[in-house]
């Protein structure tokens, strides 16, 4: 237990529906990530929140929409998504605000799977 | 960015083994972390070691950060170490760039 939860663990969704994945820290910290996690790749980074706001948005197909509606929880909004968009989602938290030189605590994952 | 390569890849050992994993990163770095994520997705952070050696039961790292490396070392190897071994590292405020892992399966 990381004291970072994601819901729900596995979504098997077709390419026209909307759905949304959702993290929640427990840990008091000041930055949320969402990274995805495709066979045989490393981790990639998808966007960065520090306190509330967007902070770095890594090219990201605007299919994924983040929110952050405070500093505990941590949206991504899914629509019109593509079969290669089949992946692990992680969401991860820190302690500084958009920490580059602190820890990063992980969600289990969503695994994702777009029909 | 930075590149981070990490060997060996693959590593199959017996319980009881010992094992090193290696990153070998291609710039200055003031962060960088090990991490273990298991068969079922989590990944835990083992270590934050930018510079030198710590130690947490059976596992180790050392980073030597003028030669570009870490090391992860596992002693007396168990089932439940099995799963995939990155290391990530970033510098200033670059974001977090992780390798690709090493795949440990230990055999009972």
């Known amino acids: 237990e990381t004291g970072v939860t994601q819901t729900p663990r596995h979504l098997v969704m077709g390419m026209t529906n909307k759905k949304s994945l959702k993290c929640e820290q427990h840990l008091g910290h000041n930055a949320m990530y969402w990274y995805k996690q495709s066979a045989k790749k490393p981790l990639e980074l998808m966007f960065v929140y520090s306190l509330e706001e967007r902070v770095e948005n890594n090219s990201v197909p605007s299919r994924f929409s983040p929110e952050c509606p405070n500093s505990s929880h941590l949206f991504l909004h899914l629509h019109t998504l593509q079969p290669e968009d089949s992946a692990l989602y992680l969401c991860?938290?820190?302690?500084?605000?958009?920490?580059?030189?602190?820890?990063?605590?992980f969600g289990p994952g969503t695994r994702l799977t777009v029909l | 960015g930075i590149q981070v390569e990490q060997s060996p890849p693959d590593l199959i050992l017996q319980e009881g083994a010992n094992s090193t994993l290696r990153c070998n990163f291609s710039d200055s770095v003031n962060n960088l972390q090990w991490f273990h994520q298991n068969p079922w997705g989590q990944l835990i952070n083992l270590f934050y070691?930018?510079?030198g050696t710590k130690q947490n039961g059976r596992l180790s790292a050392t980073t030597v950060a003028t030669e570009r490396y870490s090391l992860l070392y596992i002693s007396s190897s168990q089932t439940t170490d099995s799963g995939v071994y990155f290391c990530a590292v970033n510098f200033g405020n670059e974001k977090l760039t992780f390798g690709t892992g090493t795949r440990l399966t230990i055999i009972p």
């Open positions: 991860a938290s820190s302690q500084e605000p958009a920490g580059r030189t602190d820890t990063q605590y």
């Open positions: 070691i930018p510079s």
